[in-house]
């Protein structure tokens, strides 16, 4: 009856950057018990783009245009997994914000309603305009990517050092290109 439970309370997560099995963040997903449900793409465009620190941030497509399928994968987890994600996100300081998506598991034509981690609204545009916009927008987060992955530790002083960062880049200009 437990493993019942367990199941019934369990949220589909689709992770796109560094909860995704072999990178940096992984072991902490592992560590809270959430089993890997697959590999997936989103079923509609969205926009993924690469800011301070080399950390990916899923961002609902801004214009008609923009935007492509994300490719990650798709986890199972428990409440209390969900609650640890939410601390490493940042969702109390207004860093990422979960919300429901629409995925395809790799293979078939099944879709299937998760939970991601997006940029908070309360800059999301501005980051994907001063990333490049649809020129910056990328499918996938590679280990090439994750090669240039700050982690938390490595970061400013504090728990806002993310977010922090984020308010840094957004008020500089883009170089020229």
Do not use: Q
Request: glycine residues 10%.
């Amino acid at each position: 009856m437990e493993a019942a439970t367990a199941t019934a309370t369990a949220t589909m997560v689709f992770v796109y950057g560094t909860l995704k099995r072999g990178f940096p963040n992984h072991p902490r997903l592992a560590a809270s018990g959430s089993p890997f449900a697959g590999a997936a793409s989103t079923a509609a465009p969205v926009s993924l783009v690469i800011g301070p620190y080399s950390v990916p941030f899923l961002i609902p497509a801004p214009t008609p245009s923009a935007g492509r399928l994300v490719s990650g994968e798709l986890f199972s987890a428990s409440p209390s997994a969900l609650a640890d994600l939410d601390l490493l996100e940042g969702t109390h300081l207004g860093v990422y914000e979960r919300r429901r998506i629409t995925v395809v598991v790799d293979g078939t034509s099944r879709e299937v309603e998760a939970e991601a981690y997006f940029a908070n609204a309360s800059y999301a545009e501005d980051l994907w305009r001063r990333c490049g916009g649809e020129a910056a927008e990328i499918g996938e987060y590679t280990m090439e990517h994750a090669g240039r992955y700050v982690p938390p530790s490595g970061r400013s002083p504090g728990v806002s050092g993310l977010m922090d960062a984020v308010r840094g880049f957004l008020a500089t200009t883009p170089p020229d290109k």
